[in-house]
């Protein structure tokens, strides 16, 4: 199974701060088809988890232009270019390009 | 409006089955797969399996091959997932997903 590594496990930041995740996976995501299928998720407390990137760069729809994706093959990351009081939570990447489907363990971002 | 409805909480007992839903609307039912993931108690996400609704073929993770069946009724746009020989370990809420909108989950509880 393809393991995703995320770190760090917990982020502290002030309003208006920028912040990176960072997931590295055990293998590479390219699909034969050409497609890398690795998303980001944020779980607000109490909540169901929201997709916010998917195909690696791709900003899903209504969500702000705060949020960015980059990176390619086994590393990739999310930045958030400054972080407001709605974005806290908890953070996964998710690859689906490899089945069994597997999810990093989360990054918690919380305020300073 | 996308939406997937769950089905409400359960509090089953040990040795038992139970059966959750998740009702699709906003979009064709048949154009993609349903995804179920499990999540315990202040723990992460784990991948069950997915079912394409279009002909019920599946795939799950290994260690949930067991212990989860997935269906899909076509004609009332439900995906089902089925849960057999419950344990404390089950215990956790489930997710549906077509990876770009989530049910709200379902708490199940096994207890005595």
């Known amino acids: 199974d393809v393991v995703l590594t995320q770190t760090p496990p917990t982020l502290s930041a002030t309003i208006g701060q920028s912040v990176s995740i960072s997931c590295r996976s055990s293998?590479?995501?390219?699909?034969?088809?050409?497609?890398?299928?690795l998303n980001w998720l944020l779980q607000r407390p109490g909540q169901p988890p929201q997709l916010l990137i998917y195909?690696?760069?791709r900003l899903e729809s209504g969500v702000p232009n705060r949020f960015s994706g980059s990176g390619s093959g086994t590393d990739f990351t999310l930045k958030i270019s400054g972080v407001e009081a709605e974005d806290l939570g908890v953070y996964y990447c998710?690859?689906?390009?490899?089945?069994?489907?597997?999810f990093g363990a989360g990054t918690k971002l919380e305020l300073k | 409006e996308v939406l997937l409805q769950q089905s409400g909480a359960e509090l089953v007992r040990p040795g038992s089955s139970v059966k959750i839903s998740c009702k699709a609307s906003?979009?064709?039912?048949?154009?993609?797969?349903m995804h179920w993931v499990k999540q315990r108690p202040e723990q992460g996400l784990v991948w069950i399996g997915r079912?394409?609704?279009?002909?019920?073929?599946?795939v799950y993770a290994e260690k949930f091959k067991s212990k989860a069946t997935l269906t899909a009724d076509k004609s009332s746009n439900t995906a089902y997932m089925q849960l057999s020989s419950l344990t404390s370990e089950d215990t956790a809420t489930y997710f549906c997903?077509?990876?770009?909108?989530w049910g709200q989950g379902v708490m199940v509880t096994v207890s005595s």
């Open positions: 997903t077509n990876w770009e909108y």
């Open positions: 195909l690696v760069s």
């Open positions: 079912i394409n609704p279009a002909n019920g073929n599946t």
């Open positions: 998710v690859q689906s390009t490899h089945a069994p489907y597997t």
């Open positions: 293998q590479s995501l390219l699909h034969s088809n050409g497609n890398t299928y």
């Open positions: 906003g979009y064709t039912f048949t154009d993609y797969y």
